[in-house]
């Protein structure tokens, strides 16, 4: 609306937008073809795989792009131009704005309902727009290959392979299907959840529901499906390894987990445990953890709540299989602060990961909650200390930050950044100081200020769309909560005094005891970093500790 409103002066300028595509024709399409991509000349890029040859060669180049001589493209020659003030202009640009007050959220309306099977229901009605958005959240996902370990990744290749055929159709069909009715449904994993995303237009939910209940309730798991799927999961890891900010992720949790914490292991698994998985494990996996007593469902959308019941009635009729989760181990912390190093030989900068496992679980309105806010102003803005300080005024990256992070089963505080590579060094030392600064010294008045104005600003459209409703009502339902924890929270934010936060930081962040990992180039960063007085650990891109060799072997 605002660049409709820029560019035309009609912030409503939608409505002739729609009018041009709806006009446009057949022969239309046509004639653009023909007159500017058929038989024109072009410049087609193959990409073979490195096998041996056994590929056959990609033909022969037959353009030379021009390289010398006079460019033959046209220039634009900027010089002479001056900026003219627009009339009327009144708006001083070197003044920062002051924040107003926070506006008062609007929480959406909602119902809750439950299944006698255990399934867990919630829904908002959503009617500006003619739309149905659901989640299904199937708990467990990654955590339940804890089960199973020498095949993690199972959980994330069963629900990939839900988004292929069904025992009525094809993976092509049922694509087929929900394109001619604008729906989409998608089946995604994650480290404790198995998700289940609905979109669709309100008056085809009831075509959307049965081919929801097709793929929810018969995957066909056919061999040509998962061994293609499984490729692709393999391919994927093998990608990670060359991106070093994948390879820190799954670095620093295999470090902060330890190796029999699946948490340690990425979701997608490792490639010798996803080599190992065949198609009888996938079948098992779904029979054995897809239950309705583990299963939670959003709804918002342009119906209300007789009518979602109505259309989701069909998931009442899903058999529990009293499905538990698995107990995870406590993570063992490092007895002191160490550097580990990961090898990434000539890497232009360097990837950190700065942190430990918190002792705080998820809470909406308790310490967990209130440890956010004290973070708020050391990593978790903008113009937080450690990126003003890395960014701003070092210009050693792109962004910095940190922050705590988890859910029920716990929490890790993380402070993280892509380096420039010879200031590798450097940005440990700010990191240690900023952290070490706050948790010593606290918040300044104007910092606490800030957070209030700033959170609550940002708070006021934390409800406008569907998926932020769905989110909303996600963490309602997932956690047990009541809706007028918005209003607590917003009374905490208000309230919360600079001795608390203090308090807080004092409490929960420290400097001794915690893994410092780097992946970047060791050869220019190894000695640097041990010249800062820390023990430097080398470990591999999996996580695994490189022991020293001892002299005389």
Known sequence: MADYQTISGDANYIEKDLERYLAVTKEDIMRVFNQYIYGKPGVILSVLPNDGGATAPAAEDNFVAQRTGENPYPTTDYSGLSYTRPEGDTFDRSVKPIPGPAPLVQVPEYWRANFDNGLKLIGTESNEIPTINMQIYIKGGHEMDAFEPEKSGLAVLTASLMNESTQNYTSEEISEELRMIASSINVSGNRSETVIGVSTLSKN?????????????????????????????????????????????????????????????????????????????????????????????VVVGDLN???????VSFLSDWAPKNVELPNLPEPKPGDYTKVYLMDKVGAPQSEIRIGYVSDLSYDATGEYFKTTLMNYSLGGAFNSRINLNLREDKGWTYGARSGFSGNDRGSQFTASAGIKADATDSSVVEFMKEIKGFQENGITDEELSFMRNSIGQRDARRYETPFQKAGFLGNIIRYDLDGSYVDTQADIIKNISRDEINALAQKHLHTDNIYILVVG?????????????????????????????????
């Open 205 to 297: 939910i009831e075509r959307t529901m049965e081919l929801l209940e097709e793929i929810l309730f018969r995957p066909a798991f056919t061999e040509a499906d998962f061994n293609r799927i499984k490729q692709q999961q393999l391919e994927g890891i093998k990608a990670s390894y060359q991106n070093p900010a994948a390879i820190a992720n799954q670095v620093y949790s295999r470090l902060l987990y330890g190796d029999e914490h699946i948490y340690s292991v990425p979701t997608s698994g490792l490639e010798e445990t996803v080599e190992r998985i065949e198609l009888e494990d996938v079948k098992r996996f779904y029979e054995s953890y897809f239950s309705p007593e583990i299963t939670e469902l």
């Open 305 to 311: 709540e007789e009518e979602a019941l109505k259309h």
């Open 521 to 553: 180039d060791g050869a220019s960063n190894r000695d640097k970093l041990k010249a800062l007085g820390y023990e430097v650990v080398d470990v591999t891109e999996k996580g695994d500790i490189i022991e020293p060799v001892k002299e005389g072997n």
